[in-house]
């Protein structure tokens, strides 16, 4: 079993949850699935996660080729402090102080743009 992201909300949920805990939608096929090292693994994919442990790391989707990891930081910092920064390709992982930090960026900051993106 796998944590899932919510179609309506994009709101991260864990494994055992059948409605999303942020709006309430139902679980479905199409709902994206995080895999063991926090990576999406697409509509009804996804590997077994390795720890249900909730982690400090988010994963950031179709960042913009401009971002850059003081970007990046700088707009998450807004919400809560963050340790580190690393971007590959089209995607970063924003590393914060704590699991309660990172679950705070998580719920507050769906509205965050970083370089327009």
Same mark, same amino acid.
């Given at each position: ?48 996660? +390795? ?8 994963? /950031?989707? &179709? ?6 990891? !003081?970007? *990046? ?18 995607? +970063? ?8 930090? /990172?679950? &705070? ?6 509205? !965050?743009? *970083?370089?327009?993106?």
């Amino acid at each position: 079993r796998s944590d899932w992201i919510c179609i309506a909300c994009k709101g991260q949920n864990f494994a055992r949850r059948t409605q999303c805990f942020k709006c309430g939608a139902e679980k479905t096929a199409e709902c994206e699935l995080v895999g063991p090292n926090g990576f999406l693994g697409g509509p009804g994919g996804g590997e077994e996660p +390795a720890s249900a442990v909730p982690s400090p790391i988010l994963v /950031a989707k &179709h960042i913009s080729p401009r971002s850059s990891d !003081l970007s *990046i930081a700088d707009g998450c910092r807004a919400y809560a402090q963050v340790k580190e920064v690393r971007v590959m390709h089209s995607y +970063a992982l924003i590393e914060f102080y704590s699991v309660e930090y /990172a679950t &705070h960026v998580l719920n507050t900051a769906t509205a !965050l743009k *970083i370089d327009g993106a």
